[in-house]
């Protein structure tokens, strides 16, 4: 189950060279994976008010071809692995012709907001991530 989200770039986007900076899609990639978590009904406020954070360990871009002020972009998300202790994401985000732009990695641990240390994620979000995984493999 990919996420869709459109995002149109913003002139602060973009850097001296009128291209957009490549530091903004990692900023990117982290709006799909909010929109990800949201769709199957989790949000970064319950997961913290539960006491866990989602820190990145890993993250990965392969630049293909610029966006530039005021495109029309969809980042697309999926879900790509998931255990109790962590979970990664790849991200497509394309202009309104179809065309991939950047292609990327992340991969997050689920981790106490209190000692910073990894934790297993309880049943209550594990399994609602793990259906939208299985969800994933059968399309």
Known sequence: ?????????????????????????????EIGRVEYLRSIGITLD???????V???TEVSAKYRSPARFDDELTIETIATAL????????????????????TGHTQNVFTS????QIVRLPAKYYEKLEK?????VAS
Do not use: C, Q
């Open 1 to 29: 189950m990919a996420i869709k989200v459109p995002y149109r770039v913003n002139f602060y986007d973009t850097d001296a060279m009128a291209v957009v900076h490549h530091s903004n899609y990692i900023r990117w990639f």
């Open 46 to 52: 319950d997961l913290m008010e539960d006491g866990y």
């Open 54 to 56: 989602f820190p990145i």
């Open 83 to 102: 255990t109790k202790a962590k979970m990664a994401f790849d991200y497509r985000i394309t202009d309104k012709e179809g065309k991939v732009l950047v």
């Open 113 to 116: 907001r209190e000692t910073g």
């Open 132 to 136: 939208a995984m299985e969800a994933e």
